[in-house]
Nanobody
Framework: QVQLVESGGGLVQAGGSLRLSCAASGRTFSTYAMGWFRQASGKEREFVAAINWSGYSTTYADSVKGRFTISRENAKNTVYLQMNRLKPEDTAVYYC?????????????????WGQGTQVTVSS
């Protein structure tokens, strides 16, 4: 089973950009679909973006479509979330997750392994 560690969060002004990284341990990373979720204070955790095992299939929440891009480098056991044109409503703890399937998944319950999260704060 992989273990996940996120990095790259921080404080940014509205309109700015951040790139989150999620490093996975283990030699089976390429067999997992990967996803990013976020949880704002007082709200439920929600889906942001997901990518299949090869990186050729992705899907996004409507709220981030056109602004965020998910990608992966299997050789580096890493998945990324490039976040552009950030808005204050993007403020949340962002979590990386792995699902034991090769296809894209969007539901929290379909993910088997979670990282500890990284805080993203967007100021207005």
């Amino acid at each position: 089973q992989v273990q996940l560690v996120e990095s790259g969060g921080g404080l940014v002004q509205a309109g700015g950009s951040l790139r989150l990284s999620c490093a996975a341990s283990g030699r089976t990373f390429s067999t997992y679909a990967m996803g990013w979720f976020r949880q704002a204070s007082g709200k439920e955790r929600e889906f942001v973006a997901a990518i299949n095992w090869s990186g050729y299939s992705t899907t996004y929440a409507d709220s981030v479509k056109g602004r965020f891009t998910i990608s992966r480098e299997n050789a580096k056991n890493t998945v990324y979330l490039q976040m552009n044109r950030l808005k204050p409503e993007d403020t949340a703890v962002y979590y990386c997750a792995a699902a034991r399937t090769r296809v894209v998944r969007t539901s929290l319950s379909e993910y088997d392994v979670w990282g500890q999260g990284t805080q993203v704060t967007v100021s207005s």
